[in-house]
Structure formats: structure tokens, C-alpha cells
């Protein structure tokens, strides 16, 4: 008879709590009080904590995708032709990119998982820098921590000084604040990041969403004229055409830093579905469903910026983007227990960076009549 193998024989090699102890708790995991409170609400919870898309799936883009799902074999990391000429004339006649071809395109499974990874799948380690807005979602950290790497906070290349950071990622639409960084602010960045080396991250997820002003890719030609070296943008259809659920992304800009992505991916086997290629590829193509969800998200602001102003808040910044930047100028955690108590949920402004602990984010993404509920309980 064998022996019985004991567990306890010999600990793991692989320690289970090696990666998971350099990164921070999951922000939202530190709201469930305030989500069983909200919750306790007789009309419900009005959830406006998280930016996830309530409103259908477009006909188009479901028929693509059941139109393209017979397809039995591997796709290629690389994604199909179709797609990325779809996305890369997308940004041209949505957002005045020029010079951008399909060479410089890589499709990604989502873009949190692929902004997460970024620091890694450059070969970032232990020594190197990457910035960070002072009020950032959260997984640009998580990549550079991922990485074994050093985040650093700055919003301005002058209080970054003489350094030679390996990464630089920037948010304009900014989530959570809604900022948009302008010309000017963008070509500093180009030139300074090009001084050093310096590869420029920019999230776009929230380009195809502003209000109030004009945001700019750092793909267009007022921002880099026209040269992408050194830059890439990250685009999501997420938001502008509700496929959260179809984890429908990409990266553009530089082809040179595409093909070393690329070169990486491939090994790990990191494969877009087929289905969600196609899919995709005729989002990108359509825009009348894009000014259709805008019009709706341009309804919801109006309505509950109005309630929130009126419930005695500040809202700053918050130009573009699916989200109120909001404060009374006290605790955020203060606040998000003021608004639970009336059956609403929003983010703690500490989750963004130190800089956000008097602010709130308020997500638009609910339903009319859930955007409705809110606003009367702010009036009561």
C-alpha cells in the first residue's frame, strides 16, 4: 500500500500571496456596508458606483457576432485584417487621427487586463519608474506593481524633474474626474516623454463621451504631428457601444511598439475570440449607433447633474466621460454613507489616489428610471 502524501511535508514553492501582497486591497471590496445600506432603501439601490453598461447591445453588432461564430478554428493574436482597418479608420473619421494604419493596431481581450499587464509585457522589473495621474484608476498602479515596478503620482512633467521614467500613462476623458487635457498639456507631454525614452500610455476609453470642450487622441496630429513614435492610445468599446460583456478593446499607435506587444501575446496565447473580431469590426464601422448612446448618457448628466447640484454638491471637472466629480467638501467616505442612507451608491473618491479623499464619483451608467429615483431622493 502507498504511502499517503502528506501535505504538510514541504511548503510551496510558489507562494500564494508573493503578488497579491504588493497590491492594494481591492477598492471595491471596502463597500459592502455601504451597498447593504443603499440596498435596504424600500425603492431599491440606485447603483451608480460602477461605470457598467445598462442599455442594449446594438442589433448590428449582435448579428455580426452570431454571423461570425461558426468560425471553428484559432484566431490570430494579431486579429483579422477587417478589424483592424475598422479601428484604425475609426479613429480617423471619429477622432482626426492621421497616419494610423491596420500596422498599428492590436486587438486586446478587454483593456483593464491589458492596461494591468502592460508594465509586465514590456519587461518592466524591480528600478523602474512608471507615472501615474494623481487621481487615476486604479489598475494603472496595479501594472506598474505587477511589474515589480515603482509607481509614481504626477500630474505635470515638472514635478517629475530630471527623472527617466520607463512608462508614462495618462487618462484623457479622465476617470474619475472627467478632465480633459488640452493641446497644450498633451504636447508637453510628447515632447518631454520623447526626451527621455519615455513610452505615453494614453487612455482613451472615454474620447467618444465629452460635453463640455473638445478632447484630443495623443494620436492626432495637433498633439504629435503626426508622428505616433513612442505613443500608444488605448481605446475600449465598452462604453460607446455597451460590449463590457464582449471584453471588445485595442491598442494604436506606434507600430513598432505593436509589433513587440504582439511578439509577447502571441506566446501567451492571448487570442480575441473570433466571434468578438467580428462583432468588433462592425461597431467600428458604425457610428449611428455611437451618437445614439451619447445622446442617451447626455440625458441621464443633464438630469442628475441638476439633482446633485441642487442636493447642495460641487461637481468639478466632470467635462467629458460617464461621471459626476463631485464633493461637500468632507470625507468621501462621509459622503458615500450620506448618500447610501438614501438608497444611492457612488465611489469613494480615496479609491482614485490621496488627491480624490473629498470626492465621489457618480457614474451615469443606470436607467432612466433608476437616474429618476435618484434625483428624487436628492430633492427629498
Known amino acids: 500500500m502507498s504511502t499517503p502524501i502528506s501535505r504538510a511535508a514541504a511548503p510551496l514553492r510558489v507562494s500564494t500571496t508573493r503578488v497579491s501582497g504588493r497590491l492594494p486591497d481591492f477598492p471595491w471590496d471596502t463597500l459592502a456596508g455601504a451597498k447593504a445600506t443603499a440596498q435596504s432603501h424600500p425603492d431599491g439601490i440606485v447603483d451608480l458606483s460602477v461605470g457598467t453598461p445598462v442599455d442594449p447591445v446594438p442589433a448590428l453588432i449582435r448579428d455580426a457576432l452570431t454571423d461570425a461564430s461558426g468560425f471553428p478554428g484559432y484566431p490570430t493574436t494579431i486579429g483579422t485584417t477587417e478589424l483592424r482597418e475598422a479601428a484604425a479608420e475609426s479613429l480617423t473619421r471619429r477622432h482626426g487621427v492621421t497616419g494610423l494604419d491596420e500596422s498599428g493596431i492590436l486587438p486586446v481581450i478587454g483593456t483593464k487586463e491589458a492596461i494591468a499587464g502592460l508594465a509586465s509585457t514590456f519587461g518592466l522589473g524591480p528600478g523602474d519608474e512608471v507615472v501615474i495621474p494623481e487621481v487615476a484608476y486604479p489598475t494603472y498602479e496595479v501594472s506598474a506593481l505587477l511589474a515589480g515596478a515603482r509607481p509614481v503620482r504626477a500630474d505635470s512633467t515638472v514635478a517629475l524633474g530630471p527623472s527617466k521614467p520607463a512608462l508614462m500613462f495618462i487618462n484623457s476623458p479622465s476617470n474619475p474626474t472627467g478632465k480633459i487635457l488640452g493641446v497644450d498639456h498633451l504636447r508637453k507631454v510628447v515632447g518631454w516623454a520623447r526626451e527621455r525614452g519615455t513610452v505615453v500610455v494614453s487612455d482613451e476609453c472615454y474620447l467618444g463621451l465629452s460635453w463640455e470642450g473638445e478632447p484630443l487622441s495623443i494620436?492626432?496630429?495637433?498633439?504629435?504631428?503626426?508622428?505616433?513614435?513612442?505613443?500608444?492610445?488605448?481605446?475600449?468599446?465598452?462604453?460607446?457601444?455597451?460590449?463590457?460583456?464582449?471584453?471588445?478593446?485595442?491598442?494604436?499607435?506606434?507600430?513598432?511598439?505593436?509589433?513587440?506587444?504582439?511578439?509577447?501575446?502571441?506566446?501567451?496565447?492571448?487570442?480575441?475570440?473570433?466571434?468578438?473580431?467580428?462583432?468588433?469590426?462592425?461597431?467600428?464601422?458604425?457610428?449611428?449607433?455611437?451618437?445614439?448612446?451619447?445622446?442617451?448618457?447626455?440625458?441621464?448628466?443633464?438630469?442628475?447633474?441638476?439633482?446633485?447640484?441642487?442636493?447642495?454638491?460641487?461637481?468639478?471637472?466632470?467635462?467629458?466621460?460617464?461621471?459626476?466629480?463631485?464633493?461637500?467638501?468632507?470625507?468621501?467616505?462621509?459622503?458615500?454613507?450620506?448618500?447610501?442612507?438614501?438608497?444611492?451608491?457612488?465611489?469613494?473618491?480615496?479609491?482614485?489616489g490621496p488627491a480624490g479623499q473629498k470626492h465621489v464619483r457618480m457614474a451615469l451608467t443606470a436607467t432612466d428610471e433608476r437616474i429618476a429615483a435618484a434625483a428624487a431622493r436628492l430633492a427629498g
Open 219 to 352: 494620436l492626432d496630429p495637433r498633439v504629435c504631428d503626426g508622428d505616433h513614435t513612442g505613443l500608444l492610445a488605448v481605446h475600449s468599446l465598452s462604453k460607446i457601444s455597451n460590449l463590457a460583456s464582449y471584453r471588445a478593446g485595442f491598442f494604436a499607435g506606434d507600430p513598432e511598439l505593436i509589433a513587440e506587444l504582439l511578439a509577447v501575446r502571441k506566446h501567451a496565447g492571448l487570442m480575441l475570440p473570433f466571434p468578438i473580431q467580428g462583432a468588433m469590426t462592425a461597431a467600428l464601422r458604425d457610428d449611428a449607433h455611437v451618437d445614439e448612446q451619447r445622446a442617451r448618457y447626455a440625458d441621464r448628466r443633464r438630469r442628475l447633474l441638476a439633482a446633485v447640484e441642487a442636493a447642495g454638491f460641487r461637481i468639478d471637472h466632470s467635462e467629458a466621460g460617464l461621471y459626476l466629480w463631485a464633493t461637500r467638501d468632507e470625507p468621501c467616505r462621509d459622503t458615500v454613507a450620506w448618500l447610501a442612507e438614501r438608497g444611492i451608491l457612488c465611489a469613494p473618491g480615496d479609491f482614485y
